[in-house]
């Protein structure tokens, strides 16, 4: 949902932040631009990806001198994608320019006031009322104009400023929007994430909600809403720069396929003692699990389908009762949350708005929060009692794949950990299962062998005008990622079924050589499912099955066979993601689709 850069130091801004917003194209990408201050605030802007906006930059033989600058790539709320709907916005008299990221709730409030004082508009967006408001608040002193300015708006915001009457200063703010600030050798930054700047420095504050920065080529000012000056620590990145490049891939989605069994590796192993789960540095006791009484667990997306796998898994291991809901209906639906109950927030970015909101509704009921969560310090991470990280790595794909694996594989460590203190499982059951759970890394990396036969069955496949996608239990909660899977990134309609729900309708859809994707993982269900593949079979579909090694004999019944390594089948959907991920990347490159950067999507969904 919208990345913004900016900078200030001693070389030409421009490139660093075009650099920048290629690293944070994955947040948007409909339109780009940048401005930098050289005798007044020079912007240019595009409706396209940031090609485009360099495009023009040379097209238009720019000289940009600027030493100071702002940058942004969109994701479009307010307005269609457009030049002038583009990022950076100024006030009227040229004085203020602004990137935003987020949504101002009370704009239309705000633009009647402001019109009212006489003030014209041209774009449709919420944020260029944001740069007429900050020039009606101006008062020469840039902290105090975002002061009073943030005291005026509503919503989430991660804002960047530049004044030409400070034409050494950004100021910057960040509420319910991810914002950091980079620190350099007499140059300094902001972004919306670490890999836009991870080429320039290792150094980084974390800003929280409404804390404010100066910034200037040779010092970084925090400020509080009082103008009271904050000290903060300084957060070193260690990971290495080519985790956020794509290492001669085609594409991110495949080096994040690729790398799935070193994120489960390290986001599991640590954690396996050798008849136990430790869950370091969390505060939820053995005692605290004893008198658990029901888990919510809330997410969006394909956290939401982690969960859906969480809550088979956990209800199986611990017998603890476990809820699941989508973060933007649980936000709203004024959910029961009881006092010994806890919530389970599942997020990649740990930035999803809705998410956010459903957390802090849950802490307003005075429940627990324990989060699963790929990016360290980010808000959900830094609200939570709780935060158990998946060691995934940056996910830079808009369409997750180790950011899913590793959030199942937390959801695993969990219902272990509870069964084992609701004394549901047994010292030697655990030493079983935890050798089970040892070997889902080598299982998943055991999968990407399939990678060519599914890159020719992709070409058969590609055309399909629909896709549906069945299992029962574990296996239906795998399908929905499955199918989420191939649809956003092929534009292939699809949709996950419940096998035995099919017949009650939607059976309807299947005619000769429609495509069903059927997973068989489950041995007490595997007979039933068997069934169900007869069912789609008679209407016509071609259908490719999964099922677990030994099980041949859905050869009988389905076209094409992946098996899966024989192993805990709880664990099964860690196994069967892998085939579906590759077959729904090939599908898409084979229709030349834009893998990295579906239409219509951004990763990090901080609107609602
Ligand atoms: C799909 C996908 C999304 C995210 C969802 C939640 O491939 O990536 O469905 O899973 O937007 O995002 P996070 O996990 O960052 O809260």
């Given at each position: ?291 658990i009484n029901k888990i919510h ?23 603890i009762p476990v809820e ?12 029961i949350l009881q006092?010994n109950d806890l919530c ?23 429940v ?241």
């Amino acid at each position: 949902m919208c990345g913004i850069v900016g900078y200030v130091g001693l070389e030409q801004a421009a490139p660093v932040l075009l650099q920048g917003l290629g690293k944070l194209e994955y947040r948007g990408y409909d339109s780009a631009g940048i401005a930098v201050y050289q005798n007044g605030i020079f912007t240019i802007k595009t409706k396209g990806r940031l090609t485009d906006l360099k495009e023009k930059i040379k097209k238009e033989d720019i000289t940009l001198s600027g030493k100071i600058g702002i940058g942004h790539t969109r994701w479009a709320t307010h307005g269609a994608p457009s030049d002038v709907n583009s990022h950076p916005h100024s006030s009227e008299n040229g004085r203020i320019s602004v990137v935003h990221n987020g949504i101002i709730e009370n704009y239309m409030e705000l633009k009647e006031m402001l019109l009212k004082k006489g003030r014209k508009f041209v774009s449709e967006t919420d944020t260029e009322i944001i740069a007429q408001l900050f020039d009606d608040c101006y008062n020469g002193d840039m902290v105090e104009t975002m002061i009073e300015v943030i005291g005026k708006i509503r919503g989430a915001y991660a804002l960047g400023v530049l004044c030409t009457e400070h034409p050494d200063q950004i100021v910057a703010v960040r509420k319910d929007s991810p914002l950091l600030v980079g620190l350099g050798e007499k140059e300094n930054y902001i972004a919306s994430d670490i890999p836009a700047l991870l080429e320039y420095t290792r150094d980084y504050y974390l800003l929280e909600d409404n804390e404010i920065v100066l910034l200037k080529q040779n010092s970084v000012t925090l400020f509080d809403l009082n103008k009271k000056e904050i000290k903060k620590e300084v957060f070193h990145v260690t990971w290495d720069v080519s985790a956020a490049e794509k290492d001669g891939y085609d594409y991110f989605m495949m080096k994040e396929i690729v790398e799935q069994p070193e994120g489960l590796r390290k986001t599991i192993f640590p954690r396996l003692k050798e008849q136990a789960i430790q869950l370091d540095h969390i505060s939820l006791t053995q005692q605290d699990v004893k008198n658990i009484n029901k888990i919510h667990i809330v997410a969006c997306g394909s956290a939401w389908h982690a969960s859906i796998v969480g809550k088979y898994v956990i209800e199986k291991v611990s017998r603890i009762p476990v809820e699941v809901d989508l973060a933007s209906e649980f936000r709203y639906r004024n959910p029961i949350l009881q006092k010994n109950d806890l919530c389970i927030i599942v997020s990649q970015s740990g930035e999803t708005a809705d998410t956010l909101a459903a957390l802090r509704e849950a802490k307003k009921h005075g429940v627990r929060v324990l989060s699963i969560v790929n990016v360290v310090g980010s808000s959900i991470a830094r609200e939570s009692d709780d935060v158990l990280y998946t060691w995934a790595g940056p996910e830079i794909a808009v369409a997750t794949t180790k950011g899913y694996s590793t959030q199942l594989s937390v959801m695993y460590l969990l219902a272990l950990y509870f069964g084992a203190a609701k004394e549901h499982i047994g010292k030697e059951e655990m030493a079983k299962y935890i050798q089970d759970l040892k070997k889902v890394p080598e299982d998943v990396e055991s999968l990407l062998s399939l990678e060519e036969r599914i890159k020719t069955l992709a070409k058969e496949y590609a055309q399909s005008k629909d896709v549906f996608v069945i299992g029962r239990g574990i296996d239906y909660a795998a399908a929905m990622e499955g199918s989420l899977k191939l649809k956003e990134i092929s534009y292939i309609h699809s949709e996950a079924y419940a096998a035995g729900e099919l017949k009650h309708g939607t059976i309807s859809l299947i005619e000769d050589g429609t495509l069903v994707v059927a997973i068989a993982t489950q041995e007490a269900l595997f007979e039933k499912l068997v069934s169900n593949i007869k069912e789609v079979k008679a209407r016509g579909a071609r259908v490719i099955a999964m099922a677990v090694e030994g099980n041949d004999d859905i050869e009988k019944v389905a076209d094409e066979v992946f098996y899966i390594p024989k192993t805990n089948e709880l664990f099964s959907a860690s196994s069967t993601v892998v085939p579906m991920q590759l077959l729904a990347y090939y599908i898409a490159v084979e229709r030349g689709c834009d893998v990295d950067k579906p239409r219509n999507l951004a990763k990090s969904v901080t609107v609602e």
